[in-house]
């Protein structure tokens, strides 16, 4: 009889051991159960394709569990000599397919190291995730990939020259980028109305125009007019052929000083940190970001947590100030922007158009260096006197006590100057001893 009741203690035991378990892993999982991924591509060179473009499908099976399985799935990318140990990983839905855009993939690469404008091999697996202590990987596939720069790269020779651009005919020149592709570059520019040619090396040995004004280019060839604005423009030295396309952002809302109709603040680009960037005197309101002046494409927040939304992306609230404002959009599918508080230097005297009442000429703030610099390209004064202020107003204001090029605060002495054109920079790097230039153009 004891014997009997140890028997059925121990089947009792054991059924519920074997219940207690995952037995849909440890019991009825097949064996060969697993994914099977392919892609639409075995080779590509990202910087062929235009923005926002689809270039890459990865599509994937459903893996025959043995039993009804609630399965998520994750795309691994990593070197081909890699382990996956810390690969970059794409979460995934149950569609069993996943559409990359160029920005995207190329995002991916770079966050692996990848070295750019260089075909290197990878590899993708799918992971598939039953529990925590249960994952599949499907046999990996290879593809050559060539990533592209996420900073620009001005290692080109070519500049837009002309009455148009801010040093005129003599330089230097705006310098085009690397897009990846031979022979083609490409530059972001803020022009006056005027003209404009491309050349080589702040040089004229090598320059092209347009002789008819068609698209084409001709070395030597006739000036090239354009409108004032914020344009890109693209030459292509294979078929010898350009585009000037109208393209800016700008900061809209009943914050800025023309309120939702604009025009916008305009951002220029900073072809420095490769950003769209602005000094924005702004009230207690609301702001968002637009491109061309129009609604066509715009990007609001609306976590309010600095990154963007497009189209609907609720309107951005700030409060009364200047800002350092700056548009991030790098990386299409994180955009992001940074305010940050800022001044406004502007020159002020009776050699100035504007006299001593304002409103000042601006400087624009030169982002070429980490430290607070700020340049008029070229400001026309007559004979008389200037000194520096922030924002239209005496609260802070530089002179210059001995007429040495160092600044002092406030009550410093105005500043005499002849009549002529001049250059003129604003040296913050050391702020407790401030500098100034002023170049005869």
Known sequence: MRNIIHKLLLFITLGVLITSCDDRELATLNTDANSTLTLSQSSLILAQFEDGENVLTANWTEPDFGFNASASYKLLIDFETGDFSNPQTV????????????????????????????????????????????????????????????????????????????????????????????????????????????????????????????????????????????????????????????????????????????????????????????????????????????????????????????????????????????????????????????????????ATPNGWNGPDVKFRRDFSSNDEIWVIDSITLTDGSIKFRNNDSWDLSYGDNDNDGTLESDNGANIPVTAGTYKIVLDFSDQANPTYTKTLL
């Open 91 to 350: 979460v995934l839905d149950d569609s069993f397919e996943k559409v990359f855009t160029k920005e995207e993939l190329n995002s991916k690469l770079l966050s692996l190291d990848a070295d750019p404008n260089t075909a290197t091999n990878f590899k993708f697996v799918i992971e598939t995730k039953l529990s925590d202590y249960k994952k599949l990987l499907s046999d990996p596939v290879s593809i050559t990939l060539t990533a592209y720069p996420s900073i620009l790269d001005l290692s080109t020779t070519w500049g837009v020259v002309g009455s148009a651009t801010p040093n005129g005919w003599n330089g230097p020149d705006l310098p085009f980028f690397q897009t990846g592709e031979a022979n083609i570059y490409a530059a972001y520019v803020t022009l006056n109305g005027g003209l404009i040619k491309f050349r080589e090396n702040n040089s004229w040995t090598l320059n092209y125009g347009d002789d008819g004004v068609d698209g084409t280019l001709e070395q030597d060839g006739a000036n090239i007019p354009v409108s004032a604005g914020s344009y890109k423009i693209v030459i292509n030295l294979n078929d010898l052929t350009y585009t000037i396309t109208p393209f800016s952002w700008g900061i809209v809302g009943d914050a800025t000083p023309n309120g939702w109709n604009g025009p916008d603040i305009e951002l220029k680009y900073d072809e420095y940190s490769n950003t769209f960037r602005a000094i924005a005197v702004l009230t207690d309101g609301d702001i968002k970001f637009r491109m061309n002046n129009a609604w066509d494409f715009s990007y609001g927040d609306t976590d309010a947590d600095g990154t963007l939304e497009s189209e609907n992306g609720a309107n951005i609230t700030v409060t009364a100030g200047i800002y350092l404002v700056t548009l991030n959009l790098t990386d299409p599918d994180n955009p992001f922007y940074i305010m940050e508080d800022s001044k406004l230097w502007g020159i002020v005297g009776d």
